[in-house]
């Protein structure tokens, strides 16, 4: 079993998504393992977006994640990060299949309702980020063992 890092962002928050993110991937039959609603920090965004520092969407990138709530979640299931991306979708919703979640609800590349780890490393990284050990709770349900 894997585990992948989810984030609803502030577009998929404000315009009340949550509940449609959560599930989808519910019924795909993937396992909420964690979850929170929080602010994002601007050192916590800088720490997530490293890689995009120096970019010319960096400081609009930070301005906006941390600009309303976002919803943090840790999911587990078999190949669970190629799941999620593929439920996700691609980066820009006008580019995403229908039935995606960005291809569903995304208005534009900068407001594309989630972000989804793109790679074990990165859901890893992403998950210590803004999970401890002890908020990742482990358990079994019952309908797994179809899977």
Request: net charge neutral.
């Amino acid at each position: 079993m894997e585990q992948t890092f989810v984030m609803v962002k502030p577009d998929g928050t404000n315009r009340r998504l949550i509940g449609n993110v959560i599930s989808r991937l519910e019924m795909k039959g993937l396992k909420l393992v964690g979850i929170k609603i929080m602010w994002v920090s601007r050192d916590l965004a800088e720490k997530h977006y490293a890689e995009h520092k120096g970019k010319g969407f960096y400081d609009s990138l930070i301005d906006y994640i941390t600009s309303s709530p976002v919803v943090a979640m840790v999911w587990e299931g078999k190949s669970a990060v190629k799941v999620v991306r593929n439920l996700v979708g691609k980066t820009d919703p006008v580019e995403a299949s229908p039935g995606t979640i960005r291809g569903d609800y995304g208005l534009d590349v900068g407001k594309n309702i989630v972000h989804a780890s793109d790679s074990l490393e990165s859901a890893e990284r992403e998950i210590s980020l803004y999970f401890n050990k002890e908020e990742i709770i482990s358990w079994n349900i019952l309908d797994h063992s179809f899977f």
